[in-house]
């Protein structure tokens, strides 16, 4: 055993009083910048499958909650129900198209199991990843407690359009309508 230390410490000497030296760091500084750039590519092609993922984990995900069981008839007969009430105009429809709205929304987080007692705290807790338009959801969620809320609140029909078109893309994002 004494010897083979002896040996591996005359190996060892040898090797970095050598003149070669030189020539062996720059192999390996070689080596080392080609694992280093593979690394790289790895850690990227994984950081992009996993966002890949995420999104399709996030379909598969409300898919499994429920929704996948309410037919997308029913989800239309309801949605065209607000836009009826919607292209017909008058304040009282008007204002019937944006708490509908809200509503489907809201059932649909249910079915999602958002926790919460009522829309609001549900909101809460959805993402900009889940839904994309989160800020004008909680715009247009106001617009629908001040017509609840508030006898006087007036609704004009640009405003009904725009708050039905962000429940709209927002039952869109989580594949809804």
Not at 44 to 52: C, E
Not at 80 to 105: C, F, H, P, Q, R
Not at 127 to 148: L, Y
Not at 157 to 167: G, P, S, T, Y
């Amino acid at each position: 055993m004494r010897t083979f230390l002896l040996n591996l410490y005359d190996y060892l000497f040898n090797f970095f009083t050598s003149s070669d030296l030189d020539r062996t760091f720059l192999i390996l500084k070689s080596l080392s910048v080609v694992v280093s750039f593979l690394l790289l590519a790895a850690i990227s092609f994984l950081i992009f499958q996993l966002r890949r993922n995420i999104g399709n984990s996030l379909g598969i995900a409300v898919k499994s909650a429920g929704l996948a069981g309410l037919p997308k008839r029913k989800m239309s007969k309801e949605w065209k129900a607000v836009l009826k009430k919607l292209e017909a105009g008058d304040e009282s429809n008007l204002k019937l198209a944006v708490i509908e709205a809200d509503k489907i929304l809201d059932n649909i987080l249910k079915k999602i199991n958002y926790p919460g007692d009522n829309m609001g705290e549900r909101l809460k807790h959805v993402t900009p990843a889940q839904i994309a338009n989160i800020e004008a959801v909680w715009q247009a969620h106001k617009i629908r407690n001040n017509i609840v809320h508030d006898p006087d609140f007036r609704l004009t029909r640009a405003d009904a359009e725009n708050a039905v078109k962000i429940f709209q893309r927002a039952l869109e994002d989580l594949m809804a309508l």
